[in-house]
């Protein structure tokens, strides 16, 4: 099993970036997927997880209205969108598959001015 983010780098507030997950080694179209943050200092957190099929989604209160998961069957990938980013945003963004631990190495996101 193989998840590999991209798409993290450096964005200034109110930016946005959209994070990418592919993943391999296992039946993507079968599995939950989730992302997850951990800020400097802390531990990790739930940002957003999507259901295997893409109808259901649910989001961290602190993301909700900024932040959008979505997911490519035929690609075996999952994304994170993200708009309106701020300070607090700065983390290490982790793509998981849902009741496993199965994680990626994870992408690093930096909002400043």
């Known amino acids: 099993v193989q998840l590999v983010e991209s798409g993290g780098g450096l964005v200034q507030p109110g930016g946005s970036l959209r994070l990418s997950c592919v993943t391999s080694g296992f039946t993507f179209r079968d599995s939950g997927m989730s992302w997850y943050r951990q800020r400097p200092g802390e531990g990790r957190e739930l940002v957003a997880q999507?259901?295997?099929?893409?109808?259901?989604?649910d989001y961290a209160e602190f993301v909700k209205g900024r932040f959008r998961i979505a997911r490519n069957n035929g690609k075996n990938t999952v994304y994170l969108e993200m708009n309106n980013l701020e300070p607090e945003d700065t983390a290490v963004y982790f793509c998981?598959?849902?009741?496993?631990?199965?994680w990626g190495q994870g992408t690093q996101v930096t909002v400043s001015s």
């Open positions: 998981k598959r849902n009741q496993y631990q199965q």
């Open positions: 999507i259901g295997n099929l893409g109808m259901t989604s």
